[in-house]
RNA sequence: CGGGGUGUAGCGCAGCCCGGUUAGCGCGCCUGCUUUGGGAGCAGGAGGUCGCGAGUUCGAAUCUCGCCACCCCGACCA
């Protein structure tokens, strides 16, 4: 309802919960006021505080919606670099279709109007207007004639206009992909990993045959995967989903599933085969080389901010953030230390020289001179956000030509010459790029396990969580019963694993293989 | 939608039981001085429709009723 005589705004939402200062008594420092409570103590605290300590996002006045501040998007933009220029290297183009979907569309495909029915934001009035007692209402003169469906997804709006697009095989194949924003109306939300509303890139391809099609899946799942290792620091394993999990209206779904450091999974990218289903919904056919008429074969494939949220759960750490240096937005920071006013020239004036060296260098790198801060608290405060490589010069430093470099993953320091500074901040910038990714991988390695037990399934996954390599008869039935038993769900069944005949634990029915097992986010 | 809880300064809270001047405290913010190699100290200052609306009362943050919002737990999910 609007308020008359003032904005729609009453108190916060998403009001941060009380710490829950009778169970774990937290000593409230003077100088720890923004102290970021300990991952071990409460994580989903822990993910809270450093999203705002490192400023990536902020609460709404919609519930259920984040503000993406300039240190969050700053991570986007350089997440959407990397992966665009791998969508152009394989052909894709971008392109933009319309946040709004008539309604009508939404019931064409009956896999899909079923998966996505239920979290749909529509429009259905075109204007406000003032009422007798001088309160904004919808006006009802202004009802439209067909609902507008806020885009879940765009695949029927695109398949709608590639049925106009395509008529012959010459057409094929279309390659597109569009950034944009979704919306899904979520019952329970968290900032990055479920928000009504999200930045991702949605992209829908149309093929000649079935195999080009699944060729395209696995092609896009494949760059997912890349990006998430090389660039994300984030080991993931590759698979397919079971038909409980498969996207609404798709004939497969590829995904790639990540380890968070709580022992829950988190699904980072998909990638769906979509067969005919939505060209035979929209009537989109072609004639082939041999006169004849073909339904069109599709696929779409997308990652979205979800992914800061993985970064976030993989990487960081009681201090705060830590990034990656690929993606980080700053990826050293510089802090003059300094006490008179001429200290303070001279330093500064060599951490200028430094920084104009390792920015010719190619390194993003940051000079912070603001004044009104003490240095302890500048370190503090560029840890909690997450920057890779702190370097601190002083009067000493000046002198000695020497500068200290602290690494954030490690939290080590060294002194190193600024002769060859800039090879040494990047070689620095590789080797932790590649540390943590071999930190995330030990964790996960360590925390996968192979069980043939139900009752050990159970009290691993109630112990400690993690992967769980189980064998699975097939049946939708025992990943139901499981997921009802234990909240854990096949995250998926990994590619390129043997074929390993044993017996299904929960069923004590035949299985072919081992599939993944998690609780997920 | 069912169960439990909370609304007092930007944030975190006290005050409410037992009504009584100008509603406090910590952090943050502003100004000045001293500081500056790991979250500084002192002094001064700004900041409030006590969620909203009725009622009881000489008097309501406090008591009563109604409403609203949000949080936590459950049913859906990138």
Redesign the pocket.
Not at 186 to 189: A, G, V
């Given at each position: 309802?609007i308020v008359p005589g003032?904005p729609h705004r009453?108190?916060?939402?998403?009001?941060?919960?009380?710490?829950r200062s009778v169970l774990f008594p937290v000593h409230?420092l003077?100088?720890?006021?923004?102290?970021?409570t300990p991952r071990a103590q409460d994580y989903?605290q822990w993910y809270l505080d450093i999203v705002q300590g490192a400023r990536l996002a902020d609460y709404s006045p919609v519930?259920g919606c984040m503000i993406i501040r300039p240190n969050g998007y700053a991570l986007w933009e350089n997440m959407q670099a990397a992966l665009d220029a791998m969508f152009k290297a394989t052909g894709h183009r971008n392109a933009y279709f319309p946040l709004f979907i008539p309604q009508s569309f939404l019931a064409r495909e009956a896999a899909h109007v079923e998966?996505f029915a239920?979290?749909c934001a529509v429009v259905t009035h075109s204007r406000l207007k003032l009422d007798e007692d001088g309160a904004l209402v919808t006006d009802p003169e202004s009802k439209l004639e067909e609902n507008l469906v806020v885009r879940p997804t765009s695949e029927t709006i695109i398949w709608d206009t590639y049925s106009k697009w395509i008529q012959s095989w010459r057409d094929l194949p279309i390659l597109l992909n569009q950034w944009n924003n979704v919306v899904?109306w979520?019952?329970?939300?968290r900032l990055f990993?479920?928000?009504?509303e999200?930045l991702?890139q949605e992209g829908h391809t149309a093929h000649a045959t079935r195999g080009e099609a699944i060729e395209e899946t696995e092609r896009m799942l494949e760059i997912y995967a890349t990006f998430a290792e090389d660039w994300m620091a984030i080991p993931v394993v590759r698979g397919i989903k079971t038909a409980s999990?498969r996207?609404a209206g798709a004939d497969e779904t590829y995904?790639i599933e990540a380890l968070m450091q709580d022992g829950k999974a988190l699904?980072a990218g998909?990638s769906h085969f979509l067969g005919q289903n939505f060209a035979k919904a929209f009537n989109c056919q072609f004639q082939n080389r041999d006169n004849e008429l073909e339904y069109v074969w599709a696929t779409s494939w997308?990652v979205?901010?979800?992914l800061i949220g993985a970064l976030i759960m993989v990487h960081s750490d009681d201090?705060g953030l830590v990034l990656p240096p690929k993606l980080a937005p700053t990826q050293a920071v510089i802090v003059p230390?300094?006490?008179t006013d001429e200290e303070?020239e001279r330093v500064v004036a060599r951490a200028r020289g430094i920084a104009a060296d390792l920015r010719a260098a190619g390194v993003r790198v940051e000079l912070d001179d603001r004044e009104g801060f003490?240095?302890?608290?500048k370190?503090?405060?560029h840890?909690?956000a997450g920057v890779p490589l702190?370097l601190?010069?002083?009067?000493?430093?000046?002198e000695n030509g020497t500068?200290?470099i602290?690494r954030r993953d490690d939290?080590s320091?060294t002194s190193v010459p600024q002769d060859g500074l800039a090879q040494t901040v990047r070689t620095m910038l590789d080797t932790v790029q590649q540390a943590l990714f071999d930190r995330a991988l030990a964790f996960r390695e360590a925390n996968t396990t192979d069980v043939d037990s139900y009752d050990e399934f159970k009290e691993l996954l109630d112990r400690r969580g993690g992967f769980f390599r189980m064998h699975w008869d097939g049946s939708a039935e025992t990943e139901a019963r499981v997921k009802e038993e234990t909240k854990a769900t096949i995250r998926c069944i990994p590619l390129g694993a043997a074929e390993e005949p044993g017996v299904d634990p929960v069923s004590g029915a035949p299985s072919k293989r081992r599939v993944l097992y998690a609780r997920a986010y």
């Open positions: 309802m003032g009453r108190g916060r939402v998403y009001r941060r919960p009380a710490r409230r003077s100088t720890m006021a923004d102290a970021i989903s519930r998966g239920k979290e899904r979520e019952m329970r939300t990993l479920r928000t009504m999200f991702w999990e996207f995904c699904q998909t997308g979205s901010t979800r201090q230390i300094h006490r303070r003490r240095p302890g608290w370190f503090n405060e840890e909690v702190r601190a010069i002083g009067p000493r430093d000046v500068i200290e602290a939290r320091k």
